[in-house]
């Protein structure tokens, strides 16, 4: 976390309003009033630099050719408030297909034009506060400014070299940037089977193409040849393509936010690949029998913990090896999804020991500080094939159990 | 899609027998989504301190965990910029006869026991551990800035 700077905003979630923090100001939206905000960071990479501002004298203001597509009206997005929804299987707002959006610049002294075509692939808009993105944008376009600038003295240079002062020579010229469609036809990071394979892009074929594009560049324009240069693929590398994508490119990401949306999809992704399930005939063939006094206890009536709805003295449970019971329907339902008892994570396999016995949540009880350290990849799919020896070996080392890198990538989500 | 029975139990009981520094409450729109706090533990550097989170129950709860996260800002190495909750039972750990109660019992519980080496906010944990005195003052006057109104 970030010491909390004097470069930390406050973001209003009623209004949707962005203002740098001031301390002495509370938390309160100066714009609606509301207190429900949110200090944000600014993250580092796009941290305007105080050092930045003197050597690009051109402000954003000076594109007068900028379009920008209108910030999102300021609707209170907590009206029907689920934060996870986009996390999920929730499929509205992306996986439409690939989505075309165009941006046109003008360098400040009118003599280059920038146009671009974003594609963008089954991403979900990033959800951020159009003040925000006008922040994340801006000093890109004073790079572009600086940019153009460049470009216009290299021109003239040459111009006035190779035809001499005072020949006529193309007013305008336009530069086309599109980029290419991502390497990721399931729609990028998401859903992602991180136990698998994965189709690599060529970011060596881009690089090649963009060197090309840069010498041809050079080059100077053949005589009666329309003025225009097009450029495909990650022109100058991270700056454009965080101009096209502001922030994400593919697998990489250029900017803190995109990075934790990352991490948090994976984070969630690797919440589903905990304990396996059990075997269907394992779980068929556990013991069913009517509730008695035994099972019940003294009072004659208890509670099955998944649904917490009572079980009386005739009620049919099932009854796991470890002598824990449920409702049938219930312990079905979580075996199907996980081989573990939901008291104290014994599996229902005889032949494979789970090992979590240490970690027993029973009901009254609560997993301690301690029992966090029970490493979350004891169920990993590795274990599978081991035998029970070799089962019980991989007990007593825990965190080499799944070894290779979907170990190492459990071991740091999994804990983290 | 009607509310289980489980979750109107669970919040009944919330609600009639709270936990002790610990409130949860659903909101009215969206039983599913719950409003908590939870008050830093005495002894931590969060005492005093009264921290908001937001709680959601996920359609096939309880199969799967509730998800959680910090609104209050917080400097624990555990809990990340974002407030997410580095917790085992939250993730590959949950089981079904754990509750919302258990679970922010087991947060309050990792406020009062930090713990670097299992970090989510790798530089507060890096922090922690170089210089606990340090690190433990920092959480102090983020607990005063951010969680005392």
């Known amino acids: 976390m970030a010491d909390a700077g004097s470069e930390d905003r406050v973001t209003c979630h009623a209004c949707g309003q962005v203002w740098p923090r001031i301390s002495e100001h509370g938390l309160e939206c100066p714009y609606c009033g509301s207190e429900f905000t949110e200090i944000i960071e600014i993250p580092p990479d796009t941290d305007p630099d105080p050092d930045y501002e003197p050597s690009h004298p051109d402000p954003p203001e000076t594109f007068p050719g900028y379009h920008r597509s209108p910030p999102p009206p300021p609707v209170n997005p907590f009206a029907d408030h689920n934060p996870w929804a986009f996390n999920d299987d929730d499929t509205h707002g992306w996986d439409q297909g690939p989505r075309v959006t165009h941006r046109t610049f003008q360098s400040p002294n009118g003599s280059y034009i920038f146009h671009g075509s974003i594609r963008t692939h089954g991403f979900p808009p990033r959800r951020v506060s159009g003040a925000q993105r006008d922040r994340d944008f801006d000093p890109i376009m004073r790079e572009m400014g600086q940019i153009f600038q460049n470009l216009h003295e290299v021109d003239r240079e040459r111009a006035s070299r190779a035809q001499g002062p005072g020949s006529p020579r193309a007013d305008h010229t336009t530069f086309t940037f599109t980029n290419r469609p991502m390497h990721h036809p399931q729609g990028g990071l998401f859903p992602r089977d991180a136990d698998g394979p994965q189709p690599m892009g060529s970011p060596l074929g881009s690089l090649g193409n963009l060197l090309e594009l840069l010498q041809s560049a050079q080059q100077p324009q053949q005589p009666g040849a329309p003025n225009v240069r097009i450029m495909g693929g990650a022109a100058p590398l991270a700056l454009i393509s965080a101009l096209l994508n502001i922030g994400r490119n593919g697998d990489a990401v250029y900017s803190q936010e995109e990075l934790d949306r990352v991490i948090s999809q994976l984070v969630e992704q690797n919440n589903h690949s905990a304990v396996p399930p059990a075997a269907q005939d394992a779980i068929q063939a556990l013991p069913k029998k009517a509730a008695d006094a035994e099972i019940l206890g003294s009072e004659g009536k208890a509670e099955c913990s998944i649904c917490m709805d009572s079980v009386k003295i005739g009620d049919e449970v099932t009854v796991l090896p470890c002598t824990h019971w449920f409702h049938p329907q219930c312990i079905e339902m979580w075996l199907n999804q996980h081989n573990t008892c939901p008291h104290c994570r014994r599996g229902i396999d005889p032949n494979m020991t789970t090992d979590a016995a240490n970690t027993a949540p029973s009901e009254g009880t609560y997993a301690s500080a301690q029992t966090r350290r029970s490493d979350s990849i004891s169920g990993s799919s590795t274990h599978q094939s081991h035998t029970s020896e070799e089962d019980r070996g991989s007990r007593s080392s825990r965190g080499e159990g799944s070894g290779g890198w979907t170990g190492w990538v459990r071991n740091r989500l999994g804990g983290g | ?149």
Not at chain 2, 85 to 103: E, G, H, M
């Open chain 2, 1 to 149: 899609m009607a509310l289980p029975k489980r979750i109107i139990k669970e919040t009944e009981r919330l609600l009639a027998e709270p936990v002790p520094g610990i409130t949860a409450v659903p909101h009215e729109d969206n039983l599913r989504y719950f409003d908590v706090t939870i008050h830093g533990p005495a002894q931590s550097p969060y005492e005093g301190g009264v921290f908001h989170l937001e709680l959601f129950l996920p359609e096939d709860y309880p199969m799967t965990p509730p998800k959680i996260r910090f609104l209050t800002k917080i400097y624990h190495p555990n809990i990340d910029r974002l407030g997410r909750i580095c917790l085992d039972v939250l993730k590959s750990n949950w089981s079904p006869a754990l509750q919302i109660r258990t679970i922010l019992l087991s947060i309050q519980i990792l406020l009062g026991a930090p713990n670097p080496d299992d970090p989510l906010a790798n530089d507060v944990a890096q922090r922690w551990k170089e210089d606990e005195a340090a690190a433990i003052q920092t959480a102090k006057e983020w607990t005063r800035t951010h969680a005392m109104t």
